[in-house]
Structure formats: C-alpha cells, structure tokens
C-alpha cells in the first residue's frame, strides 16, 4: 500500500511594536529602556474611569507605509473596536484594537528562497496577507513564588498585528517570512523588531491533512515564538508531530500550544473547540478615521525607500558579487549603504587612474576584490570586537583607498589584512599604515631581478632541481625572496622573475 503524503499549510500572526515617542492612545514615553517599573504611566495607562484615549498619529502612519510598501488596500475609513478579555496586566479589562475595519487590508510579502549551491537561481514565493492592524499592547508580569509584579510602562505601546494568508508550506517558509518582514520593517524604520526584546512576537497556526484531501486539517496554534531559530523548530516539530498522529489514525485537537525552547518540543497549554468571543463593539471614544483625508498616501508612497528585494536585484545587476555577499549586505541597510559608498569612490578612482598600473582590469573585479574583504575580514573583525558598522572608524573612502593599494599592487593580501585590522583599531588611513608598518610592496622589477639572481647564485642546488622538473625548488626560492625582503615582494613579479632566470 502506497504511504500516504501529508502537506502543511500554515498562518503567521506576527506583533510588532512601533517605533514611537509616544504610547498608542496617550503621552506617556514609549521606551522600552526604561528600567524602572510603572515609570511611563498615567491614568490613561492605568485605565481609570472617565479617562478619554488620543490616536497616535504617527503609529497609524507607519502601519500605513507598510501597507504601501506590501502593495495592500488602504480603505477610505477604519475604526477601533474594544476587545472584551481579563488580564492582569490590561487594567481596564478591554483591549482597544481594530476588528471588522482595519487599517490595512490585503497585499503581499514575496519570501526568498535561498537553494544551496545554486548561486543565482534563487526564487521568490508570494505570501498572501489577510490584514494589518493596530492596537495597544499589555502590561507585562514578573512572577514571584507568592506574588505576581505588574509593570505598565508596555501597557498602551502602539501594537502592529500582522496576518498572513495560510500560504507557508514549511518551517523554512515560515522563518523566511518573518526575516524578510523584520527587514523591510527596519528598512521603513517602523520598528526595531528586537525579537529579544518582545518587539516582534509570533504564533504560528498549522494544520496537516493528506495530499489527496481538499479540507485543511484541524488547526493548532504556537504562541509567543520570540525568535527566528524558535520559529523553525516549532513549526517543524508541530508538523512532525500531527504527522505522526494522523499516521496512527488518531485525530488532531483543536488547541493552543506553547514551544519549549529547552526541550524543543511543543507543549498543551489550552484546548481551543470554537473561535474566542472576545465581544468586540465600537469603541466609543474614538471618532472613526477618514484615512485618505488625514493622509496623503500618494506623498507617503514616495516616502518609501528601496527595499530589500529590489536592492538584491540591484546589487546582483550592477556589482556582480556572490549572492551570499548580497544577503550580508541587505541584512542591515547601513551595511548596504556603506558598501555603496566604497563603490562608487572605487568607480570614481577606476575610471580616472587610466594609467595606474594595476592587475585589476575591471570595475566587476575590483568591487568583487571589495566584497571579499568586506564580507570576510572586515566582519569577521567587527564580530570580533563586537562593533556596529556606525561605530567603525573606517570611512568608505579609506576602505576604498586600502582596495586601491591592492588594486595596484601597491600591498600584498597578507598586508592588506594586517593593515584592515589596524585601520578598525585606530582609524587611519591605509597608506599612512602601510608605511608605518613597512608594508608597502615592492614592485620594482629591476631591484627584485638582482635580489633574486643573489638567491640563485647562493642556492645551486635548488636550480639544479628545478632544471630536473622539481617544482618545490621554486617554492623554495620564493620563500627565501619573500624572507629577503621582508615579505614586501609582489608574489607575482617575484615568480616570474625567478622562473625566468631558472630557464635561462
């Protein structure tokens, strides 16, 4: 009997806070480095009676330009509803948030999908979008062994939820999504996305039914996924899971599940029969939003940078590097940035220098040359002394300049790293280095024509194995070269040079 294949579909609820000054639906600070608890509060925070919320301007601009910047429909008006559920940290015992008029509807994300080994064939899948909306965030809890701590500074930070369509089909899809969505959020400067912070928090719902059924299969949710690693395991073991009890006939229950990150495994937290009535109704105290009067989204779409998907495209048509060195780059947008910056002075210095010896012979070289220090030694250095690009002492144009030298043959590959690691200790520049570090290379033909010739005559032994097709003779010589002049030699003059009085 054929074994029967299951497929999975799975959903993503994603919460971001919002990069604002202020809370959601009043003045306190937003700051989630406030160490002191209860500290950005007010009454509004603490839901007195008879207090009156204020919408945030700015938190409602910001779901919106994610909106423009996912291609989704931004309807004529929206409207905040109360959310009707008891929490300890939710002091007036509703959430206000947005259900049948959200802000934000529709659209897509379009995930990368990285295949090992296949540099340049890459593929991108579109994943569908139910809705964006924003509400307040909770308060958070410290539990004690006879008490629970309630802080509000969290309690009304602008809460974005995100809503994905089920369209994922694995755990890699899952994670890929959540990755590209922190990207574009911090490329729009909506967020942070501080997963360690509990600035984006996701659940995953998935489902599992046989390929040849049409109905989805009973959906169970993951709370509270708080990393990208944590997202990838949970999915993938909740697929393995359901897969197993449908293999030993058994049936899937409709439940919450929470993820163990020590364990890995997920765990029941709550049976889930029916859809939670949370008893929503207009919330009162807020007038409904005319969206596209308040806001001039034709302005706002002009407001949106390049993104992450068009800058990759971009940077594999005009630099030619390695997709890998792409995504190094994309990951953070002042990377991005910066590395732009050395092109173009590398550009600038390429198509001037006509005459500058060099055994560079294209642009597509020399930025490639850029790439691989950059992706390499210079971040292997920053991870090292765990530096941000912001706090490097390099500019663009001296980590061009130290490009250049290598360019034209000016330092070896061996300097070039010795003076990188100096140029991020103090800052200066690569030539100054270079000097001060008797690094600079020697490419003199004639002086290194008489330095090996002197070698030569020293070691006949050596010329004889090479004349008896010996090549670790000539190893051996270059050896000796670079240790007569310090190591400043240009290997490939050397050699050259070397064989060329060895065949004489």
Known sequence: MEKIKYIPTIGLEIHIELKTKTKMFCFCLNDLYEKHPNTNVCPI??????????????????????????????????????????????????????????LVKGGYLEIPLFRQGCEGQNTFKKICLTRIHLEEDTGSLEHKEDASL???NRAGVPLMELVTEPDLASAYEAKKFAEELRLILRYLEISDANMEMGQMRIEANISI????????????EIKNLNSFNSVFKAVDYEIARQTEILEKGEIIIQETRGWHDTKEITFSQRSKEEAEDYRYFPEPDLPWLKVKEIFDLEKMKLEIPELPKEKRARFKNEFKIKDEQIETFISEKQLADYFEQVVSELIAWFETE????????????????????????????????????????????NFAELIKMLGENKISSRGAKDILFQMVEIGEDPSVLAEKLNLTQVNDETALYEIARKIIEENPKAKLDFKNDNQNSLQFLMGQMMRETRGKANPKIAQEIIKKILEN
């Not at 603490?46 to 601009?61: D, Q």
């Not at 039914?209 to 169970?220: F, Y």
């Open 45 to 102: 925070c603490f839901g007195h009676p008879g207090t009156l919320p204020a919408t945030n301007k700015e938190a409602i601009k910001k779901v919106l330009k994610l909106g423009l910047a996912l291609k989704s429909e931004i309807p004529d008006f929206s409207r905040f509803d109360r959310k009707h559920y008891f929490y300890p940290d939710l002091p007036k015992g509703y959430q206000i948030s947005q259900y049948q008029y959200p």
């Open 150 to 152: 309630v802080d509000l």
């Open 354 to 397: 006509k005459n500058a010896e060099r055994n560079i012979e294209s642009i597509d070289k020399l930025t490639n040359l850029a790439a691989n220090y950059f992706t390499s030694d210079l971040i292997g250095i920053m991870k090292e002394k765990n530096l941000i690009i912001n706090e490097l002492r390099i500019t663009p144009e």
């Open 209 to 220: 039914k046989p390929e040849i059924q049409k109905k989805l299969g009973t959906k169970v």
